[in-house]
């Protein structure tokens, strides 16, 4: 059983999800700058000494654009259930600014991917690691049902083609989702999972854009526009055939364009787990629900630490003093003002309180079709030791939604 390749989105099946508007390309591309690259490590060798064994897994790259070191972006976090692991989630709470892209991996390889980081972030920018040094933002989920995981499977090529795809990919259509770069050996709600996204624009005219990494959950709690398709589904594999845990984590990243201070962020990112409930998550023991929200709407331009100003270019005015040494640093509440393309900062204040709740919308109505998206995307995926995620039957759940529709309206 797999997936029909004439449905791959959720607009494939002829539904809506939410009330909002998508962007152009209904993905986290229609975030200016922004871009997703994949490197997929997908193997079938002996295990050692012959070979490397099984690997079905993969590095994925989200890059908010601009230099992220010299510019970083405010930045918050929330854990619906901690089973996992983020690397600079801790820093990004302190000082409210992402300041790498983010990276997204296999829960074995999430060291190999921080060393990789920091040295093809070292090669860009000569200030890393001699003015001050970084955090790579490295968040993993665990693919061992389908990925031999006693192996190091990534290397630093691997990084390496992600984050240079991720770089090419700003201003280009939706990334390629399902079993892809880091979503290669994931597992969702009983059928394949892997990478998806998805956006939603606001009244502000500003981009919400969602991009997610599924591991989690159980079929007969799959659920799609209110419909319990899992339930109606058929039964999953035979007891002879082993069916992937249901706690197994599920990675969401959320890139604005909106002027948003770090509050605000950890506010939006919240919201992911809204959308994860309504695809039928509930933050399983096992399971990792890790959040990221970054606002590229303000930047905060990276001082040493001497009490420099930043200043508005395009004004001659002053803006609130940002600046960072070794003891940290962040965004004041008004954020320092946003870097333009040309580095030069714009005076702009940043949206708060009740203003938020169209973004807070947009957070999990594209979070709730991400999800879905990542599955759709998928096709039947067999790993290690014979283990086999199944794609979800698209044209099966097409035909489901489409009596549950007729049932409503008579």
């Known amino acids: 059983m797999g997936n029909d390749a004439d449905v791959t989105r959720v607009a494939d099946l002829g539904i809506k999800i939410g009330i909002m508007p998508a962007g152009p390309t209904a993905s986290i591309a229609d975030v200016p700058g922004v871009g997703v690259g994949h490197a997929t490590v997908w193997r079938d060798e002996p295990p050692p000494p012959e070979g490397r064994g099984i690997a079905r897994t993969g590095v994925t790259v989200l890059d908010p654009g601009g230099n992220l070191f010299a510019s970083p972006v405010p930045a918050g976090g929330a854990a619906l259930n901690g089973a996992g692991e983020c690397t600079g989630f801790l820093a990004a709470a302190e000082w409210g600014l992402a300041e ?10 999430l060291g190999r991917v921080y060393d990789a980081a920091c040295e093809l972030l070292i090669d860009e920018d000569p200030g890393i690691g001699a003015d001050d040094v970084i955090i790579p933002i490295v968040a993993e989920c665990d693919d061992s049902f389908l990925t031999d995981a006693r192996r190091m499977q990534v290397t630093k090529a691997d990084v390496k083609t992600a984050l ?45 854009g969602v991009l997610v990494m599924t591991n989690f959950g159980r079929q007969d709690r799959l659920t799609i526009d209110g419909v319990p398709v899992g339930r109606l589904l058929p039964p ?25 201070d770090s509050a605000a962020c950890v506010r939006l990112a919240r919201r992911a787990g809204l959308g994860l409930a309504r695809t039928g998550s509930t933050g399983d023991h096992g399971s990792g629900e890790i959040f990221l929200a970054l606002a590229t709407g303000l930047r905060a331009p990276r001082h040493a630490d001497d009490g420099a100003t930043a200043t508005n270019a395009a004004s001659g005015a002053e803006g609130t003093d940002v600046t960072r040494g070794a003891g940290g640093g962040g965004v004041s ?28 919308a947009a957070a999990v109505e594209a979070t709730e079709e991400a999800v879905l998206n990542s599955m759709l995307a998928a096709p039947t995926v067999t790993g290690r030791d014979g283990n086999t995620s199944r794609g979800l039957p698209a044209a099966e759940v097409k035909a489901l939604l489409h009596a549950a529709y007729l049932a409503r309206l008579g």
């Open 100 to 109: 790498t892209p983010v990276f997204l991996t296999s829960t074995m390889q």
């Open 164 to 208: 240079d795809a991720a770089r090419a990919a700003a201003g280009g259509p939706a990334p390629p989702e399902g079993a892809v770069g880091a979503g290669t050996g994931m597992s969702c709600l009983g059928f394949k999972g892997g990478i998806g996204t998805a956006s939603r624009l606001t009244p502000s005219g500003h981009v919400v």
């Open 236 to 260: 999953p594999w035979s007891d002879a055939q082993p069916v992937a845990p249901p706690g197994g984590s599920c990675i969401t990243a959320i890139v604005t364009d909106a002027p948003l």
């Open 333 to 360: 509440s008004w954020g320092g003002g946003p870097t333009s393309a040309a580095g030069r900062l714009t005076a702009l204040s940043p949206i708060t309180g009740r203003d938020l709740d169209p973004f807070f």
